[in-house]
Structure formats: C-alpha cells, structure tokens
C-alpha cells in the first residue's frame, strides 16, 4: 500500500477562525486523515479570520482530496485553493540555458559574436578536435529517448518522457557539473534513432541513452558506439550494472562469501537484467541462472532472440530448466529487475544460508523486502524508503564527469567496473547490512566516480596510442 511521501505533496491555502485552538485542530484533522504535515504558514491575518498554507505528504490523488475534505468540513473553515507541490515544480520546466560570457557592449558582442566568432570557427574547421577545447562540447551530454520504457509508466512517448529527461540533465549538473540536455525524439524507428544521434552527435561529448525499450537499445547502443568517436552510454544498462556490481561487493563482504563461490540468480533479462549479467561474469561468479517471464534461461528453450541466446550461452552451467522457484534453490544471490511480488519468504529460505536478496523491481519489488529479511542476511531494493537503494544516480554523473574529462572517446567494462568498485570502496568501514551502498547525497560519491572512470580512460588512451 502506498504510503505518504513527497512525491505527493500538497499545499492547501484556507480561511480559519482566528482563535486560539484553530492551528490545533488543523493539524489534527491533516494526521487524522492520514496526511503528514511538513508545513503550517499563516499568510495573512485578520481580525475575524487567518488564511493559512498546510502543507503535506499524502499518497494518491484520492487521499488529498479526502484531506481537503476534512479540512473543509471543520466549523469555519474554507478551502481556497490546493496546489499541488510536484507539479509546481515543473511550471515552466526545470532547466534553463544561460550564457558564460557578459555581453555588456559592442566589444563583448564583436568577440562573442560576429565578426570575431568568425576566427574560432575556422580554427575548428582546421582542426576539428578544438571543438572540444572552444566550444560547449567540452562538458555537454544528449540525454537520448524515444519515450517508449518511461520509469515504470511504459511507452509514453517523447513529449511525456520531457520531464523525466529534464530531471536527468538537472541531476548530471547539481551532482558532477556536467552540462546535459533533453533530446526527447518522436520516432520509435532503430535506423532512424542511429541517424539521427548520429547527426546531432558534433555537439556533444557523450551520449546518455534513456528509457528506450529493449531489445532496441542492445542495437542503438551497440551501433552508435561502432559509428560515434564519443562515448554512448544506455543509463537503464549500465548504470544500473555498475550499482549493483557495487552493492553486490560490498554485500558479499557483510556475509563473507566470495564471489567466485556465489551462485547468482538474476531474474528479468531485459535491459538491467541483461547489463548486469555482462557486467557480473567480469567477476566469475561460480554460476549466474537467469529467468524471465518464460522461465529460466538455458539453451534447450525456443525463441531465444539473439540477447537470450548470449545469455543462455553464458550462464546457467548445469542447464537448469524450471521456474524462478527452482532457480532460487541454494542460490546466494537473487538480483530481480523484472516485476513485483513473483516470491516469497518461503522461496528465500530455500537459498543457501546468509541469503543476499535484490529485489529491484520498482515501484514494486519482486519480494516485499519485510517478508525478504525473515530469511535473507542482506536486502536491498531499488526504493528511498528502505535501506539499500540501489539508485543509478549513485552512477551516471560521476561516470560522465570521468569520461568528459579525460575527452574519452569510448566506454568499455573496464571504466564501468572502476566506477563499481569507486562506489563500493566509498562505504568503506562504515559497512554493515543496512550500508551497502552510500546515500545518493554524499558528496564523496561523484568525484571518487569520477576519478576512478578517469584513471582508466586514460590508461586505455595511454595504451592505445602507445
Ligand atoms: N536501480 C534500480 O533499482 C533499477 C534499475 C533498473 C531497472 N529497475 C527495475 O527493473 C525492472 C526491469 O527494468 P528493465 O529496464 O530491465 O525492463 P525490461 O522491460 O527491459 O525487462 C524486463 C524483464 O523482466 C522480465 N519479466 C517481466 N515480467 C516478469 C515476470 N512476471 N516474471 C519474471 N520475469 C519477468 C521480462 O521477461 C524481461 O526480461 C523495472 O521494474 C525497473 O524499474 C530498477
């Protein structure tokens, strides 16, 4: 059941009685409606009557209106207006372009702009790699969708993707300093995608793909990378590899098992699923078995398109067939990023002892993570109101701070593994079950990323040209 958060947060402006008990009974009416107030500002006062801002969490559209009508209903209160909080925030949009440079007078103008412009662009016609050194392509990112896997919301296509790209590009700046803009497309065509990426490619010096859906995205990302000299990274991918290569150290470290004796259970082969079974066979696990909405992956299944068949080809040793069920027996690892409650606490006991369960599915785990604990050593899943939140925030901007800055032409697994272990070494001795993973606001997080993607950026460029 959903529970008030501020995701869904309202400020309901009203008219009370001036007396004594008023702020009282508000209060009290919003915590009997099962709101929880966050704010109480009086913005005016009269003598027969205050105009009061409440503000607070609930969780559904349904319960702020019950909230307001509860409100309403004491003696002598009027509802006036509600607004609400999140959508506020999006008035406008969240992003805006402003200018690095003064532009006071003829002089600033004739140097910023015409004619003196005239003489960076032909410095850049003759050596096309000072674009990265005179022009915004130094620190700017495309934030590519085409809309069609939006959160959990599906395919809503490029206009209703905006806000959450907008959001993207807000985070890649406030957490690493990195310039990243919206490119939200409206074509859902694998030829016309590349083209056109391709095309808008001379801005920018990385490219950060964005819920498009899978398969598609293993072919975008796999052919962009082939045709781009900038590096393109499919965030639902790899960043999401990164965390939980991350978290799964660290984890492992809490129960004391190694790796390399770990049976891992990765359930959903979609886009996560599938980057982080890549990412996890870089450090030979004794097995990985993965299932998906058809059972477990092996060989011997049909239609297996050409992600599976990878896969099936890579994993699973003993050719187990069977159910999700099955796969959970005697594993010491579960990783979901499929879809909710597919198990329970009985299916967790049947793992090896000292359990480690990830049910990522969000909003909804596949494992409600109270039932999980009962049997499980450490539990960690993809939401803010549990420990443990495996968050791709904690990934991509120090990941592109590393790659911009040493002007990285590619992105390869070594970079994506320095970045995991970055993470994973931040938590350092303040490990234990409930602190895998640090929280997303700490600072430390970015640039120990970022350093780390650098160092090995480097260190290939190095070894490229030597
Ligand atoms: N940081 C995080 O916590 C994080 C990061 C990435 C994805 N996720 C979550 O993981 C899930 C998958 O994301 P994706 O982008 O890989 O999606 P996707 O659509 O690319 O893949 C989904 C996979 O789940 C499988 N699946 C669907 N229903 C299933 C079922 N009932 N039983 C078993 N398998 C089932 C599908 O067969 C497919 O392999 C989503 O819920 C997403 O929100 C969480």
């Not at 109480?40 to 969490?57: G, K, L, P, Q």
């Not at 949009?93 to 412009?117: I, M, Q, W």
Request: charged share 20%; hydrophobic share 45%; glycine share 6%.
């Amino acid at each position: 059941m959903p529970v008030p958060g501020p995701g869904y947060s309202i400020t309901v402006r009203l008219e009370a009685p001036p007396s004594a008990s008023a702020a009282g009974d508000l209060t009290t009416a919003v915590g009997q409606a099962g709101g929880v107030l966050t704010a109480f500002d009086v913005v005016e006062s009269h003598s027969d009557a205050i105009v009061v801002d409440i503000t607070a969490n609930v969780s559904s559209a349904d319960h702020a209106e019950d909230l307001t009508k509860a409100l309403n209903a004491l003696p002598g209160v009027q509802v006036r207006k509600v607004s609400d909080r999140t959508f506020l925030m999006h008035l406008g949009g969240k992003l805006e372009v402003s200018p690095k440079v003064a532009l006071r007078n003829r002089d600033d103008l004739s140097r910023a702009y015409t004619p003196g412009v005239a003489r960076v662009c032909q410095a850049i016609a003759a050596n096309p790699e000072d674009a990265r050194r005179l022009t915004i392509k130094r620190n700017t990112v495309a934030v590519v969708t085409d809309g069609s896997a939006v959160l959990g919301l599906g395919n809503i296509g490029p206009s209703a993707a905006l806000p959450v790209m907008e959001g993207k590009a807000a985070l890649f700046k406030k957490f690493a300093g990195v310039d990243a803009w919206p490119v939200c497309l409206d074509t859902q065509d694998t030829e016309e995608i590349i083209r056109i990426v391709r095309a808008l490619a001379p801005v920018y010096a990385g490219i950060n793909l964005e819920d498009i859906a899978a398969p598609r995205c293993f072919e975008i990302e796999a052919r962009l990378r082939e045709q781009l000299d900038i590096p393109v990274f499919h965030d639902d991918q790899h960043g999401t590899a990164i965390v939980v290569v991350a978290a799964l150290r660290n984890a492992l470290r809490v129960v004391g098992k190694p790796i390399e004796k770990c049976k891992i259970v990765v359930s959903g082969v979609g886009a996560a699923g599938s980057a982080i079974i890549r990412l996890l066979l870089r450090k030979a696990p004794a097995d990985i078995v993965a299932a998906d909405i058809d059972g477990i992956v092996h060989s011997g299944r049909g239609n297996l398109d050409d992600n599976l068949s990878w896969v099936a080809k890579n994993t699973n040793k003993d050719n187990a067939t069977g159910t999700l069920h099955d796969a959970l027996v005697d594993a010491d690892v579960f990783i979901g990023v499929s879809a909710p409650n597919l198990f329970g606490a009985e299916q967790v006991a049947t793992m090896a002892d000292n359990a480690v369960v990830f049910a990522l599915a969000n909003p909804d785990p596949e494992i409600d993570p109270l039932e999980a604990q009962k049997h499980a050593a450490v539990v960690a899943t993809g939401r803010s109101d549990y420990p443990n939140q495996i968050n791709n925030v904690l990934a991509f901007p120090g990941v592109f701070r590393g790659l911009l800055d040493a002007q990285a032409h590619h992105i390869d697994d070594e970079m994506l593994l320095a970045a995991a272990d970055a993470i994973a070494d931040v938590v350092d001795d303040r490990l234990n079950a409930s602190f895998i993973v640090p929280s997303v606001f700490d600072a430390a997080v970015a640039p120990a990323v970022a350093e780390a993607v650098r160092a090995a950026a480097r260190k290939e460029e190095v070894a490229s040209t030597s």
